[in-house]
């Protein structure tokens, strides 16, 4: 994942590895009503655009907000990605087996490491073995087929006012439903991640103050000399750990990915300006401000560099902020902030969204007779921040898994461990700002998501199906990659974007455009 | 009578058995073995549902396969998959040419390697420094090419020990990794450390196979090292050398798929695709299937023909190769 995002994928920036489904022809009639779920009140309340609620500290004796145990007793099969490392077996995990206890059926998960998961997933598949519940990316071509022919049409039990039965699916954003309608039915459950899918440069703060640089760019030259300042290769620091091309991309707000004007959309690739961005990543390389072990390195190395304080600025998806604080934790004065992309040539920049969901859970059509517990034990799992399921869920038992500091809970070495069979990809609450690192971590967070979304960009394409996207879109990106990859390490012109770009219109682009556009239409008059 | 007698005695397995035996039929002949036989089913049955089985699944290969519509259900291709090998592509021809050139790199460098080790290592006399310095040459088989591209980067690379010892002395950086001029050297050299040691393993048992007597011999004769080198080892390795060549033959259109893709972004496609990866990349990541066996189908094909071809080779050279016809 760390090598493509590097490049700043537009399509493949969400932290799957085939990105999330995109959905198709959501027509508003089948999607679920929204009915928000008010636990706990936000210290940092967010907004309806996208910025995140944020709070200082885990809500106090968080309340139930469920009645009963959602399961039937029977047990409940269920495949989908490790997010870390594979979780102790049930037998030896505390908090695995509470779990079952509180759902009423037990969750029995085959873990697959994200990178086997697509292989694993198509030979399961195709072996005409999937559990009840499973999860889905995105990663086959002709998708909604896939999905007519194996997943449950749970249209009838959760389309408009029919999910208020279930409390806590109804807490999830439209927009994220948007990305589980297809051939207009509902076929699965969102994993709603709202903004933090997104890319942003984050920037060592406490260094660029040290350096007397702590300055905020106000175009690409601004950021260049921005770069050299914080560039001392005799100490072993660069700028940047990977080139932030979706940075510099912003900068000359182009559009994220698809952009759609009077019903005629086109591509980032096509826009006048991509060539200009490409050549600021070319100058950033040849200024030498990007670690020189850059391109063969992948993300989770940039972010041991940023760590370290090798790279002062690194592009990294907005989730992986608690991450940073956490471990930053141990580095004194450490302080990292985030601003939105300045215009190349002065005044402001976009911010490209990142898609809404991580992914989709879907359900079996053979496990249709059960499809009322296994949404009832979804819907348990999806409970809220600040409620007791969602404090269990996130954190497992006290005293076992965690030891409560005031109301925050630290986790114990056990909970580490345990912790990581939490199911996070079968359903989850809206995504909430959190970070058990005191007021001013969350406040820092919050400042740079109010200064984002306003500047907020969509990826037009969102909701709508293209065949030519799930068949050849991946691969045709790829050789695109191949190509921006080659030109900003000086291997290729600039100029040869235009052969690329005609070669990817050929075989992929045109077609893309030709479905979106009818997808589009379509779903108007819908 | 007398002619008879001076006819020089016949090679000695023609006396012991001067009449073939007599054909017995498929069925004698089963009833003959069938302990044998027995203790063969296991691996016979293993290898039957493990390799030979899963060979029809290479019908998908002239398929739209789509793994939730079942090779029972998936439209019919014909050749269509196969379009990418012929179809003059010139991202595949690129692919074709590197996969040929660190071939060649490979047979050249890679596969001599082990060969001079294992005579370095026979020529040591002391058992003891030899056991240690085998085990130190196995050791980074048993790394995977995650940790060993790794472990160069963190010695080669931009930011790694070499340069920022020169950094840090005011000398210029050496570009070693990341520079597609030094591809080729870099993986061929990685390969090389990464396997020599363990491949030696089977060249060392051919050495110990040898009969002293003849080094004595050869030694009484006042023969050299060198000439004992030439006459008495080489030749005792002949067999094993060609053996692995052949089967080295057979694989060698995979030139380590890992290995590369875990590389190719910081020197780019240009000289580091490969065959394997171009299947990745054009067929596995977009779920084409089809196309992925068709590639793998050919390359298999290749291989067949180039190890049946390099035996009969062998054959022709009056070696007995990997089989004797």
Known sequence: MGVIAAIGAPALTSCGDGGAPAGTNAGQAVLPTFVKFPVASADLPGTNEGVTDGYFTYPANPPRVTTGVPGDGKPITVMMPAANAIPPATDQNAYAQELNRRLGSELKVAWTPSADWSQKLATTIAGDQLPDVFNLQNETPDFPAMLEAKALDLTPYLAGDAIKKYPALANIPTDSWRGAVFNGKIFGLPIPRGITTSRILYRREDILEQLGAATVPSSFADFLELCRIATDPGKNRWALAGLPLTFIQEMYELPNNWTETDGNFSHLFEHEHMKDALESGRQLVASKVVNPDAFASAQAQYKKWFDAGTAVMVEDSLSAWQGFQRRGATVPGFKMAAHPAPGAEGGKGVFWLGKPNHSITAINKKAADRVETILNVLNWLSSPFGSEEDMFRQYGIAGTDYELNGSDPIMTDQGTLEIKANPVYLTGSPATLYISQGEDAVRARHEAEEALVPLAVKDDSNGLYSATASRAGAQQLKAMEALQNDIVQGRKAVSDWDAGVKEWQAKAGDKMRLEYEEAFMHMNNA | ?325
């Open chain 2, 1 to 325: 009578m007398s002619l008879t007698k001076i006819r020089p005695s016949p090679p000695l397995e023609t006396m012991k058995d001067p009449s073939p035996r007599p054909t017995l039929s498929l069925w004698e002949r089963i009833k003959r073995d069938k302990l044998l036989l027995a203790f063969a089913l296991p691996g016979i049955i293993l290898i039957l549902i493990f390799q030979y089985i899963p060979l029809l699944g290479n019908v998908i290969a002239f398929q739209d396969y789509q793994p939730f519509l079942g090779i029972m259900h998936s439209r019919w291709s014909g050749f269509d998959n196969f379009s990418v090998i012929f179809n003059g592509d010139p991202a595949f021809l690129n692919a074709l040419k590197n996969t040929l050139i660190i071939t060649a790199l490979q047979a050249v460098f890679v596969f001599p390697a082990p060969i001079l080790i294992a005579l370095l290592l026979n020529s040591l006399l002391s058992n003891k420094i030899r056991q240690i310095v085998q085990s130190i040459l196995y050791l980074p088989h048993f790394l995977s090419w995650v940790i060993v591209v790794a472990v160069f980067q963190q010695i080669l690379g931009g930011s790694g020990m070499i340069n920022n010892y020169l950094r840090a002395n005011g000398h210029d950086t050496l570009s070693i990794i990341g520079n597609s001029e030094l591809f080729t050297t870099v993986i061929t050299s990685q390969v090389i450390w990464k396997d020599t040691g363990w491949a030696t393993i089977l060249f060392l048992a051919a050495l110990a196979q040898i009969d002293r007597s003849l080094y004595e011999a050869s030694a009484v004769d006042g023969a050299s090292r060198w000439r004992q080198t030439w006459h008495i080892t080489l030749p005792g390795l002949r067999s094993i050398i060609i053996l692995l060549f052949i089967l080295k033959l057979g694989d060698s259109l995979t030139v380590g798929f890992e290995q590369l893709v875990l590389q190719q972004q910081a020197v780019g496609l240009g000289v580091s695709e490969v065959l394997d990866t171009y299947v990745f990349n054009n067929g596995i990541i977009g779920g084409a299937w089809g196309v992925a066996a068709a590639v793998g189908l050919v390359k298999g094909l290749v291989s067949v023909v180039l190890v049946l071809a390099a035996n009969k080779l062998a054959h022709f050279f009056g070696e007995e190769g990997v089989y004797k016809s």
